[in-house]
């Protein structure tokens, strides 16, 4: 209580060099559910098309292969460390070796 409630927006390039499959896919969710505030993330260069970050099925859907601008959307009371914490996860290759 007393903590207001934000919307905060960040992106993160998608390096691994098959996209975002379903291990990375299960990091983010899993990071994502991790935190009160909602989350939808879109392709940059598809802002229509926003799914829930908690969701695999819908992260899924995004079909994301290497190169993607995600567009990382949080709203709650821990927004600004939701969205910190997702954008570090893919700088760090979703804690996946990074594929040669």
Request: charged share 25%; proline share 4%; aromatic share 4%.
């Amino acid at each position: 209580m007393g903590q207001h409630e934000e919307t905060v927006v960040g992106q993160a390039v998608v390096h691994n060099q098959q996209g975002l499959h379903a291990r990375p896919v299960m990091r983010f969710v899993d990071l994502a559910s991790t935190f009160e505030s909602e989350i939808l993330v879109e392709k940059a260069n598809e802002p229509s098309d926003r799914v829930d970050g908690k969701s695999a099925m819908h992260m899924m859907l995004l079909c994301s292969p290497k190169g993607t601008v995600l567009r990382i959307h949080a709203s709650g009371v821990d927004a600004r460390q939701a969205v910190d914490a997702l954008v570090d996860l893919a700088r760090r290759h979703f804690d996946m070796e990074p594929e040669r």
